[in-house]
């Protein structure tokens, strides 16, 4: 496994410059096995390497992969222009290493997110070919209907696409419909939903693949690392 200088580790995990990581070191921020450490040239193996910055256990990794359960009136960029930013949910470090959102919740849609520093796993997530079913629940204002079921499942045509859209759909109470895209236009499932003609008030996304929020147990702006098992459902579905 790698091994690389205190202060390089550090940079890579998104506590700052080497000179800012050599400052945190110097003053005796950091410990590894409960133990001071502060010669930032100390060469460390990475593999399994837990450490403690200003009292905070991390764990190294290469990259980072998280699931977020967004709350509304947060925007899903990195600059964001009308409401908070996604990253300010995050603690600091993770916007240093360039963590972002795979792919986008409108602000005022709840729900699963996934943010990682991997440019190869966002891209596996995001592509169109690669068909990552994404489940949501939408509340619309009136009783959902048999019709409107099938309108959704027949198919809807938006102005931005040349082929008919088509959803799974079912209905799970009174005004929700549980909505399964493998698309991700532009406000897709509250356009699909005024065309099937309806009208979205809420909405909801709870899997992405096979892996729930309920799964993840997070409350409305709790967020947690993914483990392997975990990132295996994200391709999962069926």
């Known amino acids: 496994m790698p091994r690389m200088t205190l ?66 009136g947060v925007e899903c960029s990195r600059r964001p222009s009308h409401h908070r930013g996604v990253l300010a949910l995050l603690p600091d470090n993770f916007t240093l290493r360039n963590v972002q959102p795979v792919g986008r919740l409108d602000h005022d849609t709840t729900g699963l997110l ?54 799974k759909a079912r209905q799970v109470s009174e005004c929700e419909i549980e909505i399964v895209l493998e698309q991700g236009k532009y406000h897709q499932v509250k356009r699909m939903l005024a065309a099937a003609g309806s009208h979205c008030v809420a909405l909801r996304r ?19 690392h993914l483990d392997d098992k975990q990132l295996e459902k994200l391709v999962q579905h069926g």
């Open 7 to 72: 202060d390089r580790m550090l940079q890579s995990q998104g506590f700052g410059s080497r000179k800012t990581c050599r400052g945190l070191i110097e003053a005796g921020a950091v410990k590894i096995d409960g133990e001071i450490i502060a010669d930032w040239r100390i060469e460390i193996d990475t593999d399994g390497l837990e450490f403690e910055v200003d009292g905070q256990r991390w764990a190294y990794r290469e990259h980072v992969y998280l699931a977020l359960n967004k709350p509304a």
């Open 114 to 167: 996934l943010l990682s520093d991997d440019g190869a796993f966002i891209h596996a997530l995001t592509h169109p070919k690669r068909h990552v079913p994404k489940t949501y629940v939408a509340t619309i204002h009136e009783a959902a209907t048999p019709e409107l079921i099938a309108k959704l499942q027949a198919g809807v045509r938006l102005v931005d696409a040349p082929d008919l859209l088509r959803a």
């Open 206 to 224: 709870i899997a992405i693949g096979g892996l729930t929020l309920e799964s993840l147990d997070l409350a409305e702006g709790e967020w947690c």
